[in-house]
């Protein structure tokens, strides 16, 4: 996934001279084309994503469109305060690249658990965020920033992710349906663990209950005609993500419910914060909080019990 969207940007670079790439000293593997091919518009500024941040609003006055790339809780955590006013508040153009989403640096502890950036990103002004869930939405996330003008975040994995769609995406939507169901159990999922999501969605079609697993790539700006078409025949909305569940995708969803008033019950699952003390590997850690496929399977089915 971080591959494909690094490879997309360093062909784009090539037609459009005001990309321009930062990374705080990490990277290696995946961002030495870039580098190699535009030696002029990329700089490793080491451990100092708050700088890192600085540079890159700078550069965005000077007309860039830059790209900041680092691990999620240091390229958004360590330099939320720079994010939010050297950058949204000028409303420049700076992505801010992430990598490691949720668990994927599971092994190394809190510090390196992605788990709360989606809601910090969210609540900044001007900020598009992105959470592609395999290669093909991350080449459309690239494609999508590259667009657009103004403050962006894109939340990518660490590799080797299974991919979900069978061939690329021409355009990234805010919903990308990853079976052909239309079940009356909607279950919407933001970054990799939709592949879970999936996993459970047939679960459940298998066990007689007709549930659908849906990406959804753009948590901000919402599609909301979009998704209350989804709603209908949709008995139950189900939320996934690799993220804790106040802030993000269950958020988003949550709220724009309560605006339009519609009255279908929601399941939000994803991180637990009591959990996170624990360490060990992601596929470990998504058991933890019960957000792998056989456990949302369950948690449904019980929900739907409990109706």
Request: glycine content about 10%; overall charge negative; some cysteine.
């Amino acid at each position: 996934m971080r591959n494909t969207f690094i490879e997309r940007l360093t062909d784009a670079a090539e037609t459009d001279s005001r990309i321009f790439l930062l990374c705080g000293d990490l990277g290696y593997s995946v961002l030495e084309a870039f580098a190699e091919r535009h030696p002029d518009r990329f700089v490793n500024v080491g451990v100092a994503e708050q700088n890192m941040v600085g540079i890159a609003a700078g550069l965005a006055l000077s007309g860039y469109k830059v790209f900041t790339y680092s691990i999620v809780n240091f390229a958004v955590t360590r330099c939320l305060e720079q994010i939010r006013n050297d950058v949204c508040y000028h409303e420049l153009d700076v992505t801010v690249v992430a990598v490691g989403g949720g668990f994927a640096y599971g092994a190394q502890g809190y510090s390196h658990h992605g788990s709360e950036d989606v809601g910090f990103t969210r609540m900044l002004p001007g900020m598009h965020v992105a959470v592609p869930a395999d290669a093909a939405e991350a080449a459309a996330a690239a494609d999508y920033m590259l667009a657009r003008k103004g403050p962006g975040y894109v939340r990518l994995a660490r590799g080797r992710e299974p991919q979900l769609h069978r061939a690329e995406i021409d355009e990234l939507a805010s919903f990308h349906r990853l079976d052909e169901r239309e079940g009356a159990v909607l279950i919407l999922a933001s970054g990799p663990v939709a592949g879970e999501a999936l996993t459970a969605a047939n679960l459940l079609f298998e066990a007689g209950i007709n549930a659908s697993a849906v990406s959804t790539p753009i948590i901000k700006p919402f599609d909301v005609d979009a998704f209350c078409a989804l709603l209908n025949g949709t008995s139950l909305v189900v939320t996934v993500e690799e993220h804790v569940t106040f802030g993000g995708l269950g958020s988003t969803v949550a709220e724009t419910l309560a605006d339009a008033g519609a009255s279908v019950p929601l399941l939000r699952l994803g991180i637990d914060h009591k959990n996170r003390t624990i360490v060990g590997s992601q596929d470990y850690l998504r058991n933890i909080n019960g957000i792998n496929g056989h456990a949302i399977a369950a948690r449904i089915r019980a929900k739907l019990e409990e109706r």
